[in-house]
């Protein structure tokens, strides 16, 4: 099957700081992916959408200016939390769809963020 | 009215059960039907993948859309201990470049 991946699995980090989460398509190329916050016991609330050559779009109430996205190539985008806070603590997870198939998405194994 | 609906469980049942999980939506438009497993921690992995109406059966699991209806289930046959975790179902107008809309998740324990 697909394989995304994502790095660091997770994080800890100081309030203020900022952290940066990759996501890699590793067998095939992505010019669309996804990033999805999920808190415990909860669904995933879809971020934003990245597109490779052009600026992401944010969902409604996600702060752009907070939540940096790039999609530098056809295989690696990267969410920064910039001035990270206790409340971004969550579990970050990205996807990418994969045309050549069932163009459906395949989900990476997830970045555990804890901001202390 | 969310549009995708869920039931959060937990559900628990005897090893060897047969399964249903269900979900409702409330856009006629969507097309494209999943349903995900998630275990603790891990990100979601694609089990089913279905496109308008219909069955789908892959070994111990049968995914049916009614679109009818805009009802769409999960069943799992001779359920083992490991099938344990979190179905998402998820559902959305176009293929995978389009947005998904997720269901809250079914926990399920499958007792041994």
């Known amino acids: 099957g697909a394989v995304v991946s994502q790095h660091p699995s997770r994080v800890i980090c100081k309030s203020g700081t900022s952290v940066k989460i990759e996501c890699r398509s590793l067998?095939?190329?992505?010019?669309?992916m996804f990033w999805y916050r999920q808190f415990p016991k909860q669904s995933l609330m879809l971020m934003a959408t990245s597109n490779e050559g052009s600026k992401a779009t944010y969902e409604q109430g996600v702060e752009k200016d907070k939540f940096l996205i790039n999609h530098a190539s056809l295989t690696l985008s990267t969410l920064t939390v910039t001035s990270a806070h206790p409340e971004d603590s969550s579990f970050y997870i990205c996807s990418a769809p994969r045309s050549d198939r069932e163009s459906t998405q395949y989900f990476g194994p997830g970045t555990r963020l804890l901001v202390l | 009215q969310k549009e995708v609906e869920q039931d959060p469980g937990p559900l628990s049942v005897p090893e060897g059960a047969i399964v249903s999980l269900n979900c409702t939506y409330s856009n006629s438009a969507f097309q494209y039907f999943m349903w995900y497993r998630q275990y603790s921690r891990k990100g979601p992995e694609l089990l089913m993948y279905t496109y308008s109406s219909g069955n789908k059966e892959d070994g111990r699991f049968t995914a049916q859309v009614d679109k009818s209806s805009k009802y769409i289930s999960l069943f799992i046959r001779d359920s083992q201990p490991s099938d344990s975790a979190t179905y998402l179902c998820?559902?959305?107008?176009?293929?995978?470049?389009?947005?998904?809309?997720f269901g809250t998740g079914t926990r399920l324990k499958v007792l041994a």
């Open positions: 998820a559902t959305g107008r176009g293929s995978g470049t389009y947005k998904y809309i």
């Open positions: 067998d095939f190329q992505a010019t669309t």
